[in-house]
């Protein structure tokens, strides 16, 4: 509200049509943003009413391992954030699963494979959405430095896959260092 005042006595608007379109082109621009959160909410929703949590937990008891956990998710969270094009989607889409098998590892508790697990859902979420093509970040990236979309992305990724490598490593040693 501030800004539109402000902008409307700075004179950045020459109408009231001029600042209603440009309020209607901001909000198609986030438009897509909040339909995946939205969407995301609604897996989440689902998913707990189906018990999936539960069924993912009840698969992976046999097997899982705190040392194991974090590069896994990590991953899951890459592909899912590379895939959809949001890092925020990807919370919401991996929490309601990742953290519930971490409680179940450590008992109950917040310990660290708990809050390395956090970690790895918000590095594997914003990893895949820096490297991915439909991401809103990296398409504003591109057009901001006036450079070729693709280019820009082909240009960023060995960067950011040294860096997704790096944080793998670093989340197994923390997932084994917490057992």
């Known amino acids: 509200m501030y800004q539109t005042i402000a902008m409307t006595i700075g004179g950045y608007f020459k ?3 001029d600042g209603m379109d440009l309020a209607v082109k901001g909000i198609k621009g986030v438009l897509p943003a909040i339909m995946i959160l939205a969407l995301a909410y609604c897996i989440n929703t689902i998913s707990k009413s189906l018990g999936a949590q539960e069924y993912i937990i009840s ?21 899912i954030s590379f895939f959809t094009g949001t890092s925020w989607g990807t919370y919401a889409i ?8 971490a409680m179940n590892l450590s008992g109950g508790t917040v310990s660290t ?6 970690g790895a859902i918000v590095g594997g979420g914003l990893f895949g959405d820096h490297c991915s093509p439909v991401s809103d ?16 992305v082909t240009t960023q990724l ?10 793998g490593i670093v989340f197994v040693i923390l997932g084994t260092m917490s057992v």
Do not use: C, E, N, R
């Open 59 to 79: 698969i992976t008891k046999s097997w899982m391992t705190a040392g194991m956990l974090p590069l896994i998710v990590f991953i899951t969270g890459g592909l």
């Open 94 to 101: 991996l929490t309601p699963f990742a953290l519930p098998i």
């Open 15 to 17: 109408g009231v049509k």
């Open 137 to 152: 970040t990296t398409v504003l990236s591109s057009l901001g430095a006036s450079s070729d979309h693709i280019d820009h």
């Open 158 to 167: 060995p960067y950011a896959l040294i860096a997704g490598v790096v944080a």
């Open 113 to 118: 494979v708990v809050l390395v697990t956090i």
